[in-house]
């Protein structure tokens, strides 16, 4: 596609519920990041893709926290127990490369009840 | 450490004004310098970027000054219009592992007509 697509726009989820949240990155990109942004905050790192490989998943806040991208292009970030803390936007990003230009996706806003 | 801190939260400046938002980071590994806009409802949109061989660098009617032994840089937008009424978030990463992008905490622009 012309860019990253995630999906669904918008999630409810009640406290206690599992959800998982989908990015579709642009073709051929090899890195992809996961990001959580707060209202009125600036996004925070999750994790780290470079292809299938989870290379970095320093930013998970908890083991309820968990993503996978299993053949290298769409990932999927899921959260088990959903608890109200983790009502946000969350934003995917990908690249063609490490170093080069991470184009964002418009974000899954998540808002647990 | 991995701090970037950014001021002011808001800024409200009038059609043609040059508003000036400004960051501050402490680590010295940081070596990529973007600034990424965001409208409500959508994920954040590379302005520019500069690295720390330069001092300033100039896209359209974006500059971005960067001050390397402060450890500050700051985004200029000259002749503002009201369709730059967004969300700016300056970001700073380390090219020697990852794009991992450490964000400040956002500056809302409102610019009136």
């Known amino acids: 596609g012309a860019g990253v697509s995630q999906s669904p726009r918008y999630k409810v989820a009640k406290r206690g519920q599992d959800v998982a949240l989908r990015c579709d990155p642009i073709?051929?990109?090899?890195?992809l990041f996961w990001y959580q942004q707060a209202l009125g905050q600036g996004p925070e790192f999750l994790t780290y893709f470079q292809n299938e490989a989870q290379l970095d998943k320093s930013g998970l806040p908890s083991d309820r926290f968990f993503a996978e991208r299993p053949e290298g292009s769409v990932s999927t970030l899921k959260i088990q127990r959903t608890q109200q803390e983790d009502s946000a936007v969350y934003l995917c990003?990908?690249?063609?490369?490490?170093?080069?230009?991470?184009?964002f996706g418009q974000g899954t806003r998540l808002t647990v009840v | 450490q991995q701090q970037v801190k950014q001021s002011p939260q808001s800024l409200i400046v009038q059609k043609g004004g040059i508003p000036i938002i400004n960051c501050a980071y402490e680590n010295t590994a940081f070596d990529y310098f973007p600034w990424y806009q965001q409208f409500p409802g959508k994920g954040p949109a590379l302005l520019i970027a500069?690295?720390?061989?330069?001092s300033e660098k100039k896209e359209g009617r974006f500059t971005i000054s960067f001050n390397k032994s402060a450890k500050q840089f700051s985004l200029h937008i000259m002749d503002s219009q009201p369709g730059d009424s967004a969300t700016y978030f300056c970001a700073a990463s380390s090219s020697g592992g990852y794009n991992k992008l450490i964000f400040g905490a956002g500056t809302r622009l409102a610019v009136h007509p």
């Open positions: 990003a990908s690249s063609l490369n490490k170093n080069t230009e991470a184009f």
């Open positions: 500069i690295r720390p061989d330069v």
């Open positions: 073709s051929g990109h090899v890195s």
